[in-house]
């Protein structure tokens, strides 16, 4: 699809730029002899053949520059050069085909003018060389989309993307150190002869009595006192 509006882009800009070259170009001359025959200039009367020549300019680069199709400007510069070529088998026969008289707003359209003078063949060339390119001839790259959830899968990532486009890194896992696990007992026995300053164990469970040999106030973690005769 895009080649086929390539190809009509150069279809109607290859006329066009053709016609605002060649009325640029006979009114700077025109201008220009003025100018030469009054010995004096005023610039004021270049602005509208400027204009003509500007206009050429961005038309053409519409389809020269462009990261469009380059089948279009390869048409145009292709005529152009067919043209010019024309004067190498007949010149006569080709300049009279270009047709001279007509005219737009009052003002003439010498279409054989730019022809003549070989600026025809230069913008022909130029037109032919902006279609060499290769990557112009393929398709744009598509770039990966992170797939959104509740939105599907992700589209298929492409292995060269456009303008520099660089790839979506995957954000880095951030990890929490996690908190120590507590030691068992979580309270420390009192230390011997501490009458007070050190934590005091938790109270048995109801039922949970000391067994024989061992007091009250023992810790419920103590060793039972060996019969004695035993080692």
């Given amino acids: 699809m895009r080649h086929l509006l390539s190809l009509i882009a150069g279809v109607v800009v290859a006329p066009l730029a053709w016609a605002l070259v060649a009325m640029g170009q006979a009114g700077t001359a025109k201008t220009l002899a003025t100018w030469t025959a009054a010995n004096a200039f005023d610039t004021t009367d270049l602005i509208k053949p400027a204009a003509y020549l500007a206009a050429a300019g961005i038309v053409l680069g519409l389809i020269a520059t ?3 199709s380059p089948l279009g400007p390869l048409v145009a510069g292709l005529a152009y050069l067919g043209l010019y070529v024309g004067f190498f088998i007949d010149p006569f026969k080709t300049s009279d085909a270009v047709p001279n008289g ?3 707003f009052g003002d003439p359209i010498p279409l054989r003018t730019p022809l003549n003078s ?3 063949c230069v913008i022909g060339a130029l037109l032919v060389m902006s279609a060499v390119s290769a990557k112009r ?3 744009w790259p598509v770039a990966a989309v992170p797939a959104v959830e509740g ?10 993307r456009p303008f520099g486009i660089p790839e979506t890194e995957a954000p880095t896992e951030v990890v929490t150190p996690s908190a120590p696990a507590p030691s068992w007992p979580p309270m420390d026995l009192p ?3 501490d009458t007070g300053g050190g934590l005091i164990p938790p109270r048995h469970a109801a039922g949970d009595e000391p067994t024989a040999g061992q007091s009250a106030g023992d810790s419920p973690w103590s060793a039972p006192p060996r019969p004695s005769g035993q080692e």
């Fill in 137 to 139: 001839w393929r398709d």
């Fill in 191 to 193: 230390a011997a002869g």
């Fill in 151 to 160: 939105l599907g899968e992700a589209a298929p990532a492409d292995e060269t």
């Fill in 102 to 104: 007509w005219k737009v």
């Fill in 66 to 68: 462009l990261r469009i």
């Fill in 118 to 120: 070989g600026v025809l």
